[in-house]
DNA sequence: TGAATGATCACG
DNA sequence: GTGATCATTCAT
């Protein structure tokens, strides 16, 4: 399930060097019936990449200057994907810094809003839509690791950001 | 609380 | 084409 990414670290390894984060936040959007889900409409060039065997990444623009990273996690034709919402950083700090400082207008940078948002952890990845559809579990430059980690003492809220299924308590984080 | 800012999709 | 909406962030 979803909360199984929680501990997980995420690894991308770039030009100038490798960038690890501990997932601490996530949400999971599941299926058709799922009304916030972005395949609740059925299959668009949008959220193609949803319906794709579990272990993809599906990376999307929003917000006219956003982008946000999820993981997909069924089987092939059943759209849905874990929305990452937060990471610690682990490794690389130096260079999510200064990932950070070129993508956001923001002057306030500092080690507590470095990562803690889907927008500003893609920021801090360098991640855009060239990363969407990206097979993490064959790639050697994107991928997950099991830091051996076992997150049981998560809670359990409704999604954030969202004008539709809001009971549904589907946002994990610890 | 609301501005920034542009892709996406339905409609026809 | 048009208009509504948007899984956000930041400053006021």
Redesign the pocket.
């Known amino acids: 399930m979803a909360a199984d990414l929680l501990g997980k670290f995420l690894v991308i390894q770039t030009e100038v060097g490798r960038i690890v984060g501990e997932i601490n936040e996530v ?1 999971s ?1 599941i299926g058709q019936k799922d009304p ?4 609740s ?2 299959r ?4 193609e990449v ?1 319906f794709w065997e579990g272990g993809h990444a ?1 990376v999307y ?6 982008h ?1 990273l ?1 993981i997909v996690t069924e089987k092939s034709g059943f759209p849905s ?1 874990v ?1 990452i ?1 937060s990471i610690i950083p682990v490794e690389g700090t130096d260079l999510i810094l200064n990932n950070r400082r070129k993508s ?6 500092s080690p507590k ?1 470095l990562t803690n ?5 893609c920021q801090a990845l360098q991640l855009n ?1 060239h990363h969407n559809g990206l097979d993490l579990t064959k790639s050697n430059q994107f991928f997950l690791l099991d830091s051996g980690k076992k997150i049981t003492n998560f809670k359990r809220t409704p ?6 299924g809001k009971r549904l308590k589907w946002r994990f984080y610890y």
């Open positions: 949400e959007y916030a889900c972005h395949a409409v059925g668009t060039p949008r959220n949803m599906y623009f929003t917000y006219g200057m956003y946000c999820n994907a929305l919402r956001s207008r923001s002057a306030k940078i809003n948002g889907p927008g500003k952890l839509r999604r954030i950001g969202i004008s539709k």
